[in-house]
């Protein structure tokens, strides 16, 4: 007997399924997940804390019942067999899982959208917050633009700044929007924000858009944020946007 067990966890979420096994194996996980495995009387035959893709379990007693949980949204995929079944994949087999299509699947990536407008002497700025207790945002890549020639600086924020603007959008299509990180607009008299961090110093030619991409990400922990502005003030014209790719990962 051969079965995969596929689909989608939300962040925290715990599903039970009944099927009677003697192996079980993870066959695909982007982040580490808890398996346990139960006979008829719900005594735990095997539990699996922090497992991996690869990682299987053959308790002496068959199971009846499996509970996965993951505290990350993800996709997964699970193979359960009997005594006389397994898999024919090779220890040293290296499986490549797309994980950005997996975390869009799991409603877990987004895009943040802003704009701003400044009048004359002062700064509009651009960016995001992460407004939660609980989660992390991983920022890979962001495009910028504006209608006036200038420099415009990457940086890294401890305060929120500016207004809300529009809540971040899921990537599939029909999800739901971030609760947990807000898209922020500035549009100040003066250099309001608490600046903490300089990554950047961006040259944005008049109408034109730069794409920024990350080798390794920028992480946003709960109470942190990142700000795109003109700090020198570049006049009535300085219209500024952004939208910036990012995904979500809960802290636990």
């Known amino acids: 007997m051969i079965e995969i067990i596929s689909g989608v966890w939300a962040a925290g979420e715990l599903k039970t399924f009944h099927i009677n096994g ?9 982040y580490p997940l808890d398996v346990m495995l139960m006979d008829r009387s719900g005594a735990q035959l095997s539990v699996m804390k922090k497992s991996e893709a690869s990682f299987f379990s053959r308790p002496k007693e ?6 996965i949980s993951s505290a990350q949204a993800q996709s997964i995929r699970i193979f359960v067999g009997s005594g006389d079944a397994g898999t024919r994949r090779i220890s040293s087999t290296v499986q490549v899982v797309d994980g950005g299509r997996a975390r869009t699947i799991a ?15 002062q ?8 407004i939660s207790t609980g989660v992390r945002a991983v920022v890979k890549q962001l495009r910028l633009g504006g209608d006036v ?3 415009w600086d990457l940086k890294g924020v401890g305060v929120t700044f500016g207004l809300p603007s529009v809540a971040p959008a899921a990537k599939l299509v029909g999800g739901a929007d971030s609760v947990s990180i807000e898209s922020r607009s500035l549009n100040n008299g003066g250099a309001a924000v608490v600046f903490t961090k300089t990554f ?8 034109q858009q730069v794409q920024l991409r990350f080798e390794e990400p920028i992480v946003l922990n709960p109470g942190a944020g990142l700000v795109i502005t003109n700090i020198a003030g570049l006049g009535a014209a300085a219209n500024i946007f952004m939208a910036a790719e990012f995904s979500e990962e809960s802290l636990t």
Do not use: S, W
């Open 107 to 121: 409603g877990a990536a987004y895009v943040a959208v802003a704009g701003a407008a400044a009048g004359v002497g």
């Open 200 to 207: 950047d110093r961006i040259y944005v030619g008049a109408n």
């Open 62 to 67: 068959g199971f009846n019942t499996i509970q």
């Open 22 to 30: 003697e192996y079980l194996e993870i066959l695909e996980a982007q």
């Open 149 to 151: 020639t200038g420099n």
């Open 123 to 130: 700064y509009a700025g651009v960016g995001m917050f992460n």
